[in-house]
């Protein structure tokens, strides 16, 4: 038997020549882009604040993040539900991986806190799925290339923590896709716990209204810094 490599994307985009550096190492102050439907992985330290930042306000963040020396340990959110006790992360909250051990801390969120920890992050069969014929970017594809674009491979797909994305869950367990409640400029900010590989993709969906109703998904931008 021939085990698939997970780590191959099913298409490509310009994830694959955007990377911050061959290792992922951001310089530090600078406000980078991630172009719209596009995903950039950076390399932080133990103790830097990464910062994302939402231009438009309608654009949803499908966040991973791995620990640098084993990327088999990753942001896992079914782990961080029971560290929490609640499925919606606030300020001064830590992000655990599938070890239970902290990757990051939530440190500066300047929107309402409506963040998605539920969803799975769109993929090749997702937009098949939504009738979808050719190849659509999507954020596991996004994942894949950021990785390999500082020279790593995805090992697995893990839930994202999906900044921004409004997926309310009632009382009776339903769910139902929301445009996002965030403003123009809103801001969230996480300090490693460890050296980690963050992840972040521009989330490509434009087939259900998550990025905003009626608008083209748009880009994000982060900044690394050392406070
Ligand atoms: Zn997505």
Redesign the pocket.
């Known amino acids: 038997m021939t085990l698939h490599d997970v780590s191959i994307p099913d298409g490509s985009n310009q994830s694959l020549n955007i990377a911050v550096s061959s290792n992922g190492v951001a310089d530090i102050g600078r406000r980078i882009t991630i172009p719209a439907r596009c995903g950039i992985a950076t390399r932080l330290s133990e103790g830097q604040v990464l910062s994302i930042v939402n231009p438009s306000g309608h654009q949803?963040c499908?966040f991973f993040a791995f620990a640098a020396d084993n990327l088999t340990e990753h942001l896992s959110m079914a782990h961080l539900h029971t560290t929490l006790g609640s499925i919606f992360p606030v300020v001064g909250d830590a992000l655990v991986s599938n070890q239970r051990s902290p990757l990051l801390t939530i440190t500066e969120d300047t929107s309402p806190g409506v963040h998605d920890t539920v969803i799975a992050?769109?993929d090749h069969a997702r937009y098949r799925e939504l009738g979808c014929d050719g190849y659509h970017d999507?954020?596991a594809d996004n994942l894949r290339m950021a990785l390999i674009a500082i020279g790593l491979k995805a090992p697995l797909i893990p839930a994202p923590f999906n900044i921004w994305m409004n997926v309310p869950v009632a009382a009776d367990g339903s769910t139902s896709f929301q445009p996002p409640v965030s403003r123009a400029g809103d801001r969230i900010s996480m300090r490693a716990e460890k050296e980690i590989i963050a992840v972040m993709?521009a989330?490509?969906?434009d087939m259900t209204p998550v990025n905003g109703e009626g608008v083209a998904p748009g880009h994000l931008e982060f900044i690394v810094s050392n406070r």
Do not use: L, T
């Open positions: 949803v499908d992050c769109c999507n954020c993709s989330c490509p969906q």
